[in-house]
Protein backbone atom coordinates (compact mmCIF):
# COMPACT_ATOMS: atom_id res chain seq x y z
CA UNK A 1 0.00 0.00 0.00
CA UNK A 2 0.74 3.73 -0.61
CA UNK A 3 1.88 5.80 2.37
CA UNK A 4 -1.63 7.72 1.67
CA UNK A 5 -3.61 4.69 1.63
CA UNK A 6 -1.73 3.63 5.01
CA UNK A 7 -2.38 6.73 6.79
CA UNK A 8 -6.01 6.45 5.73
CA UNK A 9 -6.57 3.10 6.69
CA UNK A 10 -3.89 4.01 10.43
CA UNK A 11 -6.92 7.06 10.28
CA UNK A 12 -10.05 4.92 10.30
CA UNK A 13 -8.77 2.07 12.51
CA UNK A 14 -8.24 4.80 14.60
CA UNK A 15 -11.57 6.37 14.77
CA UNK A 16 -13.28 2.69 15.02
CA UNK A 17 -11.77 2.25 18.06
CA UNK A 18 -12.84 5.48 19.68
CA UNK A 19 -16.32 4.93 18.29
CA UNK A 20 -16.73 2.02 19.98
CA UNK A 21 -15.41 3.15 23.61
CA UNK A 22 -18.19 5.93 22.93
CA UNK A 23 -20.88 3.73 22.35
CA UNK A 24 -20.94 3.67 18.51
CA UNK A 25 -21.34 1.04 16.22
CA UNK A 26 -18.63 2.05 13.98
CA UNK A 27 -20.02 1.10 10.77
CA UNK A 28 -19.65 4.55 8.79
CA UNK A 29 -17.43 6.55 10.79
CA UNK A 30 -14.40 5.24 10.19
CA UNK A 31 -14.88 4.27 6.23
CA UNK A 32 -15.79 7.61 6.17
CA UNK A 33 -12.57 9.36 7.67
CA UNK A 34 -10.73 6.68 5.57
CA UNK A 35 -12.38 7.73 2.42
CA UNK A 36 -11.83 11.66 3.32
CA UNK A 37 -7.65 10.92 3.53
CA UNK A 38 -7.87 8.50 0.06
CA UNK A 39 -10.67 8.10 -1.79
CA UNK A 40 -9.34 4.94 -3.27
CA UNK A 41 -8.87 3.09 -0.40
CA UNK A 42 -11.65 0.45 -0.38
CA UNK A 43 -9.61 -0.02 -4.20
CA UNK A 44 -6.62 -0.96 -2.16
CA UNK A 45 -8.17 -3.19 0.25
CA UNK A 46 -10.62 -5.12 -2.24
CA UNK A 47 -7.08 -6.03 -3.63
CA UNK A 48 -6.30 -7.76 -0.49
CA UNK A 49 -9.08 -10.34 -1.03
CA UNK A 50 -8.63 -11.13 -4.55
CA UNK A 51 -12.02 -12.55 -6.32
CA UNK A 52 -12.56 -13.93 -3.02
CA UNK A 53 -15.90 -11.33 -2.91
CA UNK A 54 -19.62 -12.07 -2.86
CA UNK A 55 -21.72 -8.78 -3.26
CA UNK A 56 -25.11 -8.79 -2.48
CA UNK A 57 -27.58 -6.18 -4.14
CA UNK A 58 -31.55 -5.17 -4.55
CA UNK A 59 -33.89 -3.57 -2.97
CA UNK A 60 -35.17 -5.92 -0.03
CA UNK A 61 -33.35 -8.72 1.15
CA UNK A 62 -29.50 -7.45 1.36
CA UNK A 63 -28.77 -7.71 4.76
CA UNK A 64 -30.65 -10.60 5.74
CA UNK A 65 -28.81 -12.46 2.48
CA UNK A 66 -25.59 -11.38 3.74
CA UNK A 67 -26.24 -12.19 7.29
CA UNK A 68 -26.95 -15.37 6.33
CA UNK A 69 -24.02 -15.92 4.16
CA UNK A 70 -21.87 -14.51 6.83
CA UNK A 71 -23.66 -16.48 9.83
CA UNK A 72 -22.73 -19.92 7.24
CA UNK A 73 -19.36 -19.23 6.60
CA UNK A 74 -18.27 -18.63 9.85
CA UNK A 75 -19.91 -21.49 11.36
CA UNK A 76 -17.94 -23.61 8.67
CA UNK A 77 -15.02 -22.00 9.83
CA UNK A 78 -13.98 -20.21 7.21
CA UNK A 79 -12.73 -16.49 8.53
CA UNK A 80 -15.16 -13.74 6.62
CA UNK A 81 -15.04 -9.73 6.18
CA UNK A 82 -18.85 -8.54 5.88
CA UNK A 83 -20.43 -5.12 6.83
CA UNK A 84 -23.11 -6.66 9.26
CA UNK A 85 -24.58 -3.64 10.38
CA UNK A 86 -26.09 -3.34 7.28
CA UNK A 87 -24.18 0.04 6.21
CA UNK A 88 -24.09 -0.95 2.34
CA UNK A 89 -23.10 2.22 0.97
CA UNK A 90 -19.12 3.48 0.11
CA UNK A 91 -18.36 4.75 3.63
CA UNK A 92 -19.57 1.29 5.38
CA UNK A 93 -17.80 -1.03 3.22
CA UNK A 94 -14.70 0.82 3.87
CA UNK A 95 -15.48 0.63 7.40
CA UNK A 96 -15.75 -3.38 6.73
CA UNK A 97 -12.67 -3.51 5.34
CA UNK A 98 -10.54 -1.42 7.55
CA UNK A 99 -11.55 -2.70 10.99
CA UNK A 100 -10.57 -5.89 9.65
CA UNK A 101 -7.07 -5.61 8.01
CA UNK A 102 -4.08 -5.04 10.00
CA UNK A 103 -2.06 -2.13 10.36
CA UNK A 104 0.07 -2.83 7.72
CA UNK A 105 -2.83 -3.15 5.42
CA UNK A 106 -3.36 -6.69 5.04
CA UNK A 107 -6.89 -8.97 5.40
CA UNK A 108 -5.78 -12.34 6.23
CA UNK A 109 -9.86 -13.49 5.59
CA UNK A 110 -11.22 -16.26 3.37
CA UNK A 111 -14.05 -14.26 2.07
CA UNK A 112 -15.80 -10.70 2.04
CA UNK A 113 -19.07 -10.69 2.10
CA UNK A 114 -20.50 -7.42 1.08
CA UNK A 115 -24.00 -6.08 0.66
CA UNK A 116 -23.42 -2.91 -1.58
CA UNK A 117 -26.35 -0.07 -2.00
CA UNK A 118 -27.83 0.04 -5.25
CA UNK A 119 -27.17 3.44 -5.61
CA UNK A 120 -23.54 3.07 -5.50
CA UNK A 121 -23.33 -0.53 -7.35
CA UNK A 122 -21.92 1.18 -10.29
CA UNK A 123 -18.78 2.96 -8.69
CA UNK A 124 -18.18 0.31 -6.14
CA UNK A 125 -18.52 -3.09 -7.54
CA UNK A 126 -16.05 -2.85 -9.98
CA UNK A 127 -13.37 -1.17 -7.46
CA UNK A 128 -14.41 -4.90 -4.91
CA UNK A 129 -13.96 -7.18 -8.47
CA UNK A 130 -16.48 -10.11 -6.99
CA UNK A 131 -16.53 -13.37 -7.95
CA UNK A 132 -20.24 -13.96 -7.54
CA UNK A 133 -23.12 -10.90 -7.44
CA UNK A 134 -26.83 -11.88 -5.83
CA UNK A 135 -29.25 -9.49 -7.13
CA UNK A 136 -32.42 -9.83 -4.54
CA UNK A 137 -35.63 -8.50 -6.28
CA UNK A 138 -36.31 -4.48 -7.77
CA UNK A 139 -38.63 -2.31 -6.32
CA UNK A 140 -40.05 1.20 -5.79
CA UNK A 141 -37.46 2.59 -3.09
CA UNK A 142 -37.07 6.13 -2.23
CA UNK A 143 -37.12 8.21 -5.48
CA UNK A 144 -35.70 11.13 -4.74
CA UNK A 145 -32.25 8.80 -4.26
CA UNK A 146 -32.69 6.02 -6.50
CA UNK A 147 -34.77 8.18 -9.42
CA UNK A 148 -37.14 5.52 -11.09
CA UNK A 149 -36.99 2.12 -11.24
CA UNK A 150 -35.75 1.34 -14.78
CA UNK A 151 -33.32 3.83 -14.59
CA UNK A 152 -31.73 2.29 -11.64
CA UNK A 153 -31.92 -1.69 -13.04
CA UNK A 154 -30.02 -0.22 -16.65
CA UNK A 155 -27.05 1.31 -14.38
CA UNK A 156 -26.88 -2.00 -12.54
CA UNK A 157 -27.21 -4.07 -15.82
CA UNK A 158 -24.63 -1.82 -17.68
CA UNK A 159 -21.80 -2.19 -14.73
CA UNK A 160 -22.55 -5.84 -14.96
CA UNK A 161 -21.48 -5.73 -18.80
CA UNK A 162 -18.17 -4.70 -17.59
CA UNK A 163 -17.88 -7.57 -15.56
CA UNK A 164 -18.14 -10.26 -17.62
CA UNK A 165 -16.53 -12.98 -15.84
CA UNK A 166 -19.08 -12.46 -12.52
CA UNK A 167 -21.26 -15.08 -11.92
CA UNK A 168 -24.72 -13.94 -11.41
CA UNK A 169 -27.38 -15.41 -8.60
CA UNK A 170 -30.18 -13.83 -9.37
CA UNK A 171 -33.87 -14.75 -8.59
CA UNK A 172 -36.16 -16.15 -11.40
CA UNK A 173 -39.67 -15.09 -10.15
CA UNK A 174 -38.36 -10.85 -10.88
CA UNK A 175 -38.44 -10.39 -13.92
CA UNK A 176 -36.52 -7.26 -13.66
CA UNK A 177 -33.71 -9.06 -12.49
CA UNK A 178 -33.77 -12.14 -14.67
CA UNK A 179 -33.43 -9.22 -17.40
CA UNK A 180 -29.45 -8.96 -16.34
CA UNK A 181 -28.89 -12.29 -17.55
CA UNK A 182 -27.77 -11.63 -21.23
CA UNK A 183 -25.68 -12.96 -23.53
CA UNK A 184 -23.11 -15.58 -21.88
CA UNK A 185 -22.49 -14.29 -18.90
CA UNK A 186 -22.86 -17.35 -16.19
CA UNK A 187 -26.06 -17.33 -14.47
CA UNK A 188 -27.65 -18.94 -11.87
CA UNK A 189 -31.37 -18.89 -10.78
CA UNK A 190 -33.66 -19.44 -7.47
CA UNK A 191 -37.58 -18.81 -7.31
CA UNK A 192 -40.70 -19.80 -5.91
CA UNK A 193 -42.05 -23.22 -8.19
CA UNK A 194 -45.72 -23.12 -7.55
CA UNK A 195 -48.54 -20.79 -5.91
CA UNK A 196 -48.66 -20.43 -2.18
CA UNK A 197 -50.15 -17.11 -1.76
CA UNK A 198 -53.56 -15.80 -3.14
CA UNK A 199 -55.13 -16.17 -6.51
CA UNK A 200 -53.87 -13.44 -9.18
CA UNK A 201 -57.07 -11.43 -9.63
CA UNK A 202 -56.29 -10.28 -5.68
CA UNK A 203 -53.62 -8.08 -6.38
CA UNK A 204 -52.18 -6.53 -9.74
CA UNK A 205 -48.23 -6.52 -9.88
CA UNK A 206 -46.93 -3.19 -8.53
CA UNK A 207 -43.77 -3.05 -10.46
CA UNK A 208 -42.99 -4.65 -13.63
CA UNK A 209 -46.47 -4.79 -15.52
CA UNK A 210 -44.28 -4.68 -19.13
CA UNK A 211 -41.72 -6.71 -20.81
CA UNK A 212 -38.22 -5.41 -19.66
CA UNK A 213 -36.60 -5.96 -23.21
CA UNK A 214 -39.56 -5.17 -25.86
CA UNK A 215 -42.37 -3.50 -23.42
CA UNK A 216 -45.21 -5.69 -24.00
CA UNK A 217 -47.72 -6.03 -21.11
CA UNK A 218 -46.81 -9.34 -19.58
CA UNK A 219 -48.82 -12.60 -18.91
CA UNK A 220 -48.62 -13.93 -15.16
CA UNK A 221 -49.64 -17.50 -14.91
CA UNK A 222 -49.30 -16.93 -10.75
CA UNK A 223 -47.38 -14.56 -8.48
CA UNK A 224 -46.16 -14.60 -5.14
CA UNK A 225 -46.06 -10.51 -3.58
CA UNK A 226 -45.82 -7.60 -5.84
CA UNK A 227 -44.28 -8.29 -9.41
CA UNK A 228 -43.04 -11.70 -8.15
CA UNK A 229 -44.28 -15.00 -9.76
CA UNK A 230 -44.42 -16.65 -13.11
CA UNK A 231 -44.47 -14.51 -16.13
CA UNK A 232 -43.84 -14.55 -19.83
CA UNK A 233 -44.06 -11.64 -22.71
CA UNK A 234 -46.10 -12.93 -25.54
CA UNK A 235 -44.29 -10.43 -27.95
CA UNK A 236 -40.68 -11.90 -27.81
CA UNK A 237 -40.88 -14.47 -25.45
CA UNK A 238 -38.98 -13.75 -22.38
CA UNK A 239 -39.76 -15.45 -19.33
CA UNK A 240 -39.63 -16.70 -15.88
CA UNK A 241 -36.25 -18.95 -16.56
CA UNK A 242 -36.16 -22.30 -14.80
CA UNK A 243 -34.42 -22.33 -11.39
CA UNK A 244 -31.83 -24.70 -10.43
CA UNK A 245 -32.66 -24.06 -6.45
CA UNK A 246 -36.55 -24.07 -6.21
CA UNK A 247 -38.51 -23.98 -3.13
CA UNK A 248 -41.84 -26.71 -3.31
CA UNK A 249 -44.81 -27.25 -0.73
CA UNK A 250 -44.40 -23.73 1.10
CA UNK A 251 -46.53 -23.76 4.45
CA UNK A 252 -46.36 -22.06 7.62
CA UNK A 253 -46.78 -24.03 10.92
CA UNK A 254 -46.37 -22.75 14.33
CA UNK A 255 -43.94 -20.09 14.05
CA UNK A 256 -42.38 -21.75 11.32
CA UNK A 257 -41.64 -21.59 7.33
CA UNK A 258 -41.26 -25.37 5.67
CA UNK A 259 -40.96 -26.21 2.33
CA UNK A 260 -39.64 -28.74 0.24
CA UNK A 261 -36.28 -27.15 -1.80
CA UNK A 262 -34.90 -28.86 -5.18
CA UNK A 263 -30.90 -27.97 -5.27
CA UNK A 264 -29.80 -29.23 -7.96
CA UNK A 265 -31.45 -32.69 -8.48
CA UNK A 266 -31.53 -33.44 -4.72
CA UNK A 267 -34.53 -32.82 -2.75
CA UNK A 268 -34.17 -31.83 0.81
CA UNK A 269 -36.48 -30.26 3.64
CA UNK A 270 -36.11 -26.94 5.00
CA UNK A 271 -37.01 -25.39 7.55
CA UNK A 272 -36.78 -21.17 8.34
CA UNK A 273 -37.58 -20.54 12.25
CA UNK A 274 -39.04 -17.20 11.32
CA UNK A 275 -41.64 -15.64 10.05
CA UNK A 276 -42.34 -13.51 6.93
CA UNK A 277 -42.32 -15.27 3.68
CA UNK A 278 -39.79 -13.12 1.77
CA UNK A 279 -37.35 -15.03 4.10
CA UNK A 280 -37.96 -18.11 2.09
CA UNK A 281 -36.57 -15.97 -0.93
CA UNK A 282 -33.43 -15.16 0.94
CA UNK A 283 -33.01 -18.70 2.36
CA UNK A 284 -32.93 -19.96 -1.54
CA UNK A 285 -30.32 -16.92 -2.49
CA UNK A 286 -27.97 -18.33 -0.12
CA UNK A 287 -28.72 -22.30 -1.03
CA UNK A 288 -27.81 -21.04 -4.72
CA UNK A 289 -24.55 -19.18 -3.68
CA UNK A 290 -23.52 -22.45 -1.40
CA UNK A 291 -24.23 -24.73 -4.08
CA UNK A 292 -22.26 -23.24 -6.59
CA UNK A 293 -19.25 -23.03 -4.56
CA UNK A 294 -19.75 -26.20 -3.95
CA UNK A 295 -20.80 -26.76 -0.37
CA UNK A 296 -22.92 -29.47 1.03
CA UNK A 297 -26.77 -28.34 1.02
CA UNK A 298 -27.89 -30.44 3.64
CA UNK A 299 -25.09 -28.79 6.10
CA UNK A 300 -26.80 -24.90 4.38
CA UNK A 301 -30.36 -26.45 5.34
CA UNK A 302 -28.97 -27.15 8.58
CA UNK A 303 -27.78 -24.24 9.64
CA UNK A 304 -30.36 -22.28 7.92
CA UNK A 305 -32.76 -24.16 10.46
CA UNK A 306 -31.79 -22.15 13.62
CA UNK A 307 -30.77 -18.97 11.79
CA UNK A 308 -31.42 -15.92 14.29
CA UNK A 309 -32.46 -12.63 12.29
CA UNK A 310 -30.25 -9.78 11.59
CA UNK A 311 -30.97 -6.05 14.29
CA UNK A 312 -34.29 -5.68 12.76
CA UNK A 313 -35.40 -8.01 10.41
CA UNK A 314 -38.08 -9.80 12.01
CA UNK A 315 -36.22 -9.68 14.98
CA UNK A 316 -38.32 -11.29 17.84
CA UNK A 317 -38.05 -10.27 21.47
CA UNK A 318 -39.58 -11.46 24.76
CA UNK A 319 -41.87 -8.71 27.06
CA UNK A 320 -42.90 -11.23 30.06
CA UNK A 321 -44.81 -13.79 27.86
CA UNK A 322 -45.59 -11.18 25.42
CA UNK A 323 -43.73 -11.69 21.70
CA UNK A 324 -42.23 -8.50 20.45
CA UNK A 325 -41.25 -8.55 16.51
CA UNK A 326 -39.04 -5.73 15.10
CA UNK A 327 -39.47 -4.87 11.09
CA UNK A 328 -37.79 -2.66 9.17
CA UNK A 329 -40.08 -1.58 6.16
CA UNK A 330 -38.84 1.31 3.76
CA UNK A 331 -41.13 0.88 0.46
CA UNK A 332 -44.25 -0.51 -0.72
CA UNK A 333 -43.55 -3.75 -1.35
CA UNK A 334 -41.82 -4.41 2.25
CA UNK A 335 -44.35 -2.70 3.94
CA UNK A 336 -47.42 -4.59 2.71
CA UNK A 337 -45.50 -7.95 3.48
CA UNK A 338 -45.00 -6.39 6.72
CA UNK A 339 -48.89 -5.91 7.61
CA UNK A 340 -49.53 -9.75 6.38
CA UNK A 341 -47.75 -10.89 9.21
CA UNK A 342 -50.15 -9.01 11.39
CA UNK A 343 -52.76 -10.71 10.07
CA UNK A 344 -51.07 -13.82 10.40
CA UNK A 345 -50.65 -13.14 14.05
CA UNK A 346 -53.28 -15.46 16.54
CA UNK A 347 -55.13 -12.94 18.86
CA UNK A 348 -55.09 -8.90 19.52
CA UNK A 349 -52.24 -7.20 18.63
CA UNK A 350 -50.40 -3.92 19.67
CA UNK A 351 -48.36 -1.97 16.96
CA UNK A 352 -46.14 1.00 16.96
CA UNK A 353 -45.25 2.49 13.12
CA UNK A 354 -42.03 4.57 13.40
CA UNK A 355 -41.80 6.84 10.04
CA UNK A 356 -38.46 9.27 9.69
CA UNK A 357 -37.53 10.89 6.75
CA UNK A 358 -34.02 11.81 7.28
CA UNK A 359 -31.58 11.53 4.60
CA UNK A 360 -31.12 7.64 4.66
CA UNK A 361 -34.78 6.82 4.42
CA UNK A 362 -35.40 9.27 1.98
CA UNK A 363 -36.85 12.73 2.34
CA UNK A 364 -40.16 11.92 0.23
CA UNK A 365 -42.49 9.93 2.10
CA UNK A 366 -45.66 9.89 -0.12
CA UNK A 367 -44.47 6.02 -0.93
CA UNK A 368 -46.64 5.46 2.69
CA UNK A 369 -49.97 5.66 0.20
CA UNK A 370 -48.89 3.24 -2.02
CA UNK A 371 -49.56 0.50 0.85
CA UNK A 372 -51.84 -1.73 0.90
CA UNK A 373 -53.25 -0.42 4.31
CA UNK A 374 -57.33 -0.74 3.61
CA UNK A 375 -56.60 -4.35 2.82
CA UNK A 376 -53.94 -6.39 4.79
CA UNK A 377 -53.89 -4.05 8.27
CA UNK A 378 -56.24 -6.36 10.24
CA UNK A 379 -58.11 -3.35 12.15
CA UNK A 380 -60.33 -5.87 14.18
CA UNK A 381 -57.35 -7.35 15.61
CA UNK A 382 -55.88 -4.09 16.76
CA UNK A 383 -55.88 -2.58 19.90
CA UNK A 384 -53.58 0.32 19.05
CA UNK A 385 -51.51 1.72 16.15
CA UNK A 386 -48.71 3.85 18.12
CA UNK A 387 -47.70 6.39 15.07
CA UNK A 388 -43.99 7.72 15.82
CA UNK A 389 -40.92 9.24 14.52
CA UNK A 390 -40.50 12.73 12.65
CA UNK A 391 -43.22 11.96 10.17
CA UNK A 392 -45.81 10.86 13.32
CA UNK A 393 -48.46 12.78 12.02
CA UNK A 394 -48.53 11.69 8.01
CA UNK A 395 -48.48 7.98 9.30
CA UNK A 396 -51.54 8.45 11.19
CA UNK A 397 -53.17 10.63 8.61
CA UNK A 398 -52.70 7.78 6.48
CA UNK A 399 -54.09 5.57 8.42
CA UNK A 400 -56.98 7.23 9.22
CA UNK A 401 -58.11 7.70 5.62
CA UNK A 402 -57.49 3.66 5.71
CA UNK A 403 -60.26 3.37 7.94
CA UNK A 404 -58.55 3.01 10.91
CA UNK A 405 -60.69 4.10 13.81
CA UNK A 406 -59.52 7.27 15.27
CA UNK A 407 -60.26 5.92 18.81
CA UNK A 408 -56.58 3.05 17.75
CA UNK A 409 -54.46 5.68 16.64
CA UNK A 410 -52.06 7.40 18.85
CA UNK A 411 -49.64 10.18 18.44
CA UNK A 412 -46.03 9.79 19.82
CA UNK A 413 -43.32 11.37 17.96
CA UNK A 414 -40.70 10.82 20.25
CA UNK A 415 -39.23 7.58 19.28
CA UNK A 416 -38.87 6.71 23.39
CA UNK A 417 -42.27 7.44 24.53
CA UNK A 418 -43.56 5.52 21.41
CA UNK A 419 -42.11 2.30 22.39
CA UNK A 420 -42.83 2.92 26.01
CA UNK A 421 -46.52 2.96 25.00
CA UNK A 422 -46.69 0.16 22.93
CA UNK A 423 -45.06 -1.93 25.17
CA UNK A 424 -47.30 -0.71 27.97
CA UNK A 425 -50.51 -2.37 25.80
CA UNK A 426 -52.31 -5.34 26.82
CA UNK A 427 -52.13 -7.55 23.36
CA UNK A 428 -50.19 -10.58 23.68
CA UNK A 429 -48.49 -9.95 20.40
CA UNK A 430 -46.54 -6.46 19.94
CA UNK A 431 -45.40 -5.45 16.02
CA UNK A 432 -42.50 -2.77 15.34
CA UNK A 433 -42.44 -1.14 12.06
CA UNK A 434 -40.26 1.15 11.89
CA UNK A 435 -37.93 3.08 8.84
CA UNK A 436 -34.19 2.94 8.60
CA UNK A 437 -33.11 5.47 10.96
CA UNK A 438 -35.48 4.93 13.31
CA UNK A 439 -34.18 1.25 13.25
CA UNK A 440 -31.06 1.40 15.70
CA UNK A 441 -32.67 3.72 17.75
CA UNK A 442 -35.66 1.43 18.44
CA UNK A 443 -34.01 -1.55 18.78
CA UNK A 444 -31.39 -0.16 21.48
CA UNK A 445 -34.85 0.94 23.11
CA UNK A 446 -35.97 -2.34 23.11
CA UNK A 447 -32.93 -4.12 24.40
CA UNK A 448 -33.46 -1.88 27.55
CA UNK A 449 -36.88 -3.47 28.41
CA UNK A 450 -37.06 -6.65 27.42
CA UNK A 451 -35.11 -10.01 26.19
CA UNK A 452 -33.90 -11.07 23.03
CA UNK A 453 -35.01 -14.28 21.24
CA UNK A 454 -31.79 -16.52 21.64
CA UNK A 455 -29.88 -14.59 24.11
CA UNK A 456 -29.15 -14.92 27.68
CA UNK A 457 -30.31 -11.63 29.18
CA UNK A 458 -32.85 -11.29 31.94
CA UNK A 459 -36.52 -11.28 31.25
CA UNK A 460 -37.49 -7.40 32.01
CA UNK A 461 -41.33 -8.17 32.52
CA UNK A 462 -42.46 -4.48 33.24
CA UNK A 463 -41.09 -1.32 32.24
CA UNK A 464 -38.77 0.88 34.63
Known amino acids: MSARQLLALWAGKITAKVSLLAGGRGSSLPGRVALRFCPSIIDALAQEMGTRVIVV ?17 SSLGYRVVANREGANMASGLASALVRSASWRGRLDSDWALLEVDEASFPRLVPELRPAMIVVTNFFRDQLDRYGELDHAVELIRSTLARLPCTKLVLNA ?41 CGCELIYLYYHYSQLGAYRCPGCGFARPAAQVEALEV ?8 SRVRVGDRMLDCQLPTLGFYNLYNALAVLAVSWWLGLAPERVVQELSHYLPATGRLQHFWHGDRQVYLNLVKNPAGFNEGLRL ?33 SLLPAEKINSVI ?12 LHYAGVPTRKIRLCPGLDQGVREVLGGSARVVHLLVTYTALWPVEKLLKRYVREEGSNAADLSSLP
Not at 63 to 71: E, S
Not at 193 to 212: D, I, K, N, T
Not at 390 to 397: E, G, I, P, Q
Open 57 to 73: TGTNGKTTVNHMLTTLF
Open 387 to 398: CSGRRAADMALR
Open 342 to 374: LGLASGRLDVLMALNDNEADGRDVSWIWDVDFE
Open 173 to 213: DDPLVTSLAFNNHPALFYGIGAPVRRPLQEEGCREARFCPR
Open 251 to 258: RLTNGHLL
